[in-house]
């Protein structure tokens, strides 16, 4: 194996809320063993599915958030199956697991118990809500969980766009990919802590607490203003509108402003940029000049000026003219891209960031995100795709003998 992780094992016995933080282990260099009921994980369950064809082995959600992970079927609630995840936890450095609280104590396999024959045992619960506290063992879903976290409260649109809009949810399982990060984070903390003095110990985290930390702006200003912040339209939310950072191009592409001139060498550029295009003739007059007139947020005349230029100059040119023409004068712009247009984007095949994977129904290779980071002396490695249900059960118990 390689990776920074290579020789720890994992035992995970997690659904779709903890299973990518199995995965990052595992593509690390961890052996991830995944244990799943007879029926398997109720992640495969979840499409999209090979040719929409539904089935435990098809679904292209597992495949992304299992890689590198071996498959054992065990029945917990049988005592020879308890008693072979008792042994499997006695051979690892880490158990995950997204099982009701208080579920798996009751079999006699909590941190307890699973520890008492493993001291550096490391062991993170992931939950909804906790192990803890009156909503413990309330029920929830990535959705739910945005929702009462905070984050969906800081998305949505402009009064002009989609009057009366409500808040609206970020997709691509933010809520349990957010946690697993947390998770994650938590448990190389616990390795440290046991590099250090020999001793493991448990994590308790919180789907509810991980996502009450992502709420950007939103929980600062209200911990010290009282004010509650607004959504908007393609923009982070803020204590008042500001001006639109979103612009129809005339390819009818979306660009994305970030900004526009916010330090003098900047504007320079972009000043000279559009009035040699018959734009933004009034921006050398000086009130241009002060950085703090160029910043959005409404009620400021210069910014609004320059934004509606913008909008004005991007409705009269291609998106894709616009966006290399911002970057070239250092400017944070980009197109709003559909997945077909990602999925061709030569930077991060140049990178090699996509990698092929294999699976039931699939001829070939198909392609998936690969690493996230790039390590000089401990690559990433695609060692293996997700696994089939209960591909490894004969191979990992001979393992115990």
């Known amino acids: 194996m390689s990776g920074p992780l290579a020789g720890l094992r994992v035992i995970e016995l997690c659904d779709e809320l903890g299973q990518l933080a199995g995965k990052l282990l595992a593509d690390m260099g961890a052996d991830v063993i995944k244990v799943e009921p007879p029926g398997g994980s109720p992640a495969r369950a979840i499409g999209p599915f090979v040719k929409d064809i539904p089935g435990p082995n098809r679904t292209l959600n597992f495949w992304y958030h299992n890689t590198n992970k071996?498959?054992?079927?065990?029945?917990?609630?049988?005592?020879?199956?308890?008693?072979?995840?008792?042994?499997?936890?006695?051979?690892?450095?880490?158990?995950?697991?997204?099982?009701q609280p208080g579920y798996l104590p009751g079999l006699s396999l909590g941190f307890a118990d699973l520890s008492a024959a493993n001291a550096g045992l490391i062991m993170c619960s992931i939950s909804p809500f906790g192990q803890d506290g009156p909503w413990s063992d309330w029920k929830s879903s990535d959705l739910v969980g945005l929702a009462l976290g905070g984050p969906m409260r800081m998305n949505g649109y402009d009064p002009e766009d989609a009057a009366g809009a409500p808040p609206i949810r970020g997709h691509g399982d933010q809520g349990y990919n957010t946690t697993c990060h947390f998770a994650a984070m938590g448990i190389m903390a616990a390795l440290l802590h046991r590099d250090a003095t020999g001793q493991g110990q448990y994590i308790d985290c919180s789907m509810h607490e991980a996502l009450s930390c992502t709420v950007e702006v939103g929980m600062p200003y209200w911990f010290y203003k009282r004010i509650d912040v607004v959504r908007q339209t393609g923009r982070h939310a803020a204590h008042r509108r500001t001006e639109p950072w979103l612009f129809m191009a005339r390819d009818g592409r979306h660009i994305l402003c970030f900004g526009v001139g916010r330090d003098n060498a900047s504007w320079a550029k972009i000043k000279q940029w559009y009035r040699s295009e018959g734009f933004g003739q009034q921006f050398d007059d000086p009130r241009f000049d002060d950085p703090r007139n160029r910043q959005p947020g409404r009620g400021i005349p210069e910014a609004e000026e320059i934004m509606a230029e913008t909008a004005r100059f991007i409705a009269a040119h291609d998106a894709e003219y616009v966006y290399r023409g911002g970057q070239e004068r250092d400017q944070a712009?980009?197109?709003?891209?559909?997945?077909?247009?990602?999925?061709?984007?030569?930077?991060?095949?140049?990178?090699?960031?996509f990698v092929g994977t294999r699976g039931e129904g699939v001829e070939g290779e198909a392609a998936m995100p690969g690493a996230p980071y790039l390590f000089s002396a401990t690559p990433w490695e695609l060692r293996r795709p997700a696994p089939r249900l209960g591909e490894h059960t004969a191979e990992v118990l001979a393992e115990l003998g």
Do not use: N
């Open 333 to 353: 712009w980009g197109v709003v891209r559909s997945p077909d247009e990602t999925l061709d984007d030569a930077h991060f095949w140049d990178r090699g960031f």
């Open 70 to 99: 071996r498959s054992v079927v065990l029945d917990v609630e049988e005592e020879s199956s308890r008693e072979r995840l008792r042994k499997l936890a006695a051979t690892a450095d880490i158990v995950i697991e997204s099982l």
